[in-house]
């Protein structure tokens, strides 16, 4: 090692190029970590969990077998699971977004805070449940609800007395399912 190079690192002190070879810029203890490659130090090990944000507090089951560690199939199994209602929702309102042009939340790609609200949060709900639970994750009887829906059917002709009531036209009614027709 360079005797000049080890004592530049130790006192934290770099050549200004732009300024010359003779003026010497002392670093920020920021710039000084970096220097000192803090990334590459061995810290405090860091345990497989789920957003804290998301996971209500539940921790993973790793089970791991003699070709994997576990962790990604804990990952899968949690974001599939019934106890996440998040993965439904989403992939229902993108389904709704394919077939009627937009979404039931109109920020298909976000339903996070800066995300659209819900314009019928109850068909949402109803839709994410009867994927979940009745069609067992079904996307052929999930495409089968939405197509034979009431709302679906409807022609897409303008009327003026539809668009006084709802200018934008942006409000996706019950489906004959969640209305018990």
Sequence with gaps: MNPSTTLKDRLGIEIDGEAG?????V????ELEWKRRIYDRLLEEVQP???????????????PTANSSGRRTALANWIASEDNP??????VNR????YFG?????SVSDFGKMGDKPVNPELLDYLADTFVHQDHWSIKSLQRRVLLS???RQASAARPDAEAIDPTSNTPQLIAGAAGA
């Design 150 to 152: 009431s709302v679906y």
């Design 95 to 98: 389904v709704w977004a394919q």
């Design 102 to 106: 937009h979404g039931i939340v109109d």
């Design 49 to 63: 969990g789920f957003p804290a944000a998301l996971a209500n507090g539940q921790q993973p089951h790793i089970v």
């Design 21 to 25: 070879p003779d003026r010497l810029r």
């Design 27 to 30: 670093l920020t203890p920021l």
């Design 86 to 91: 998040l993965t439904a929702r989403v992939f």
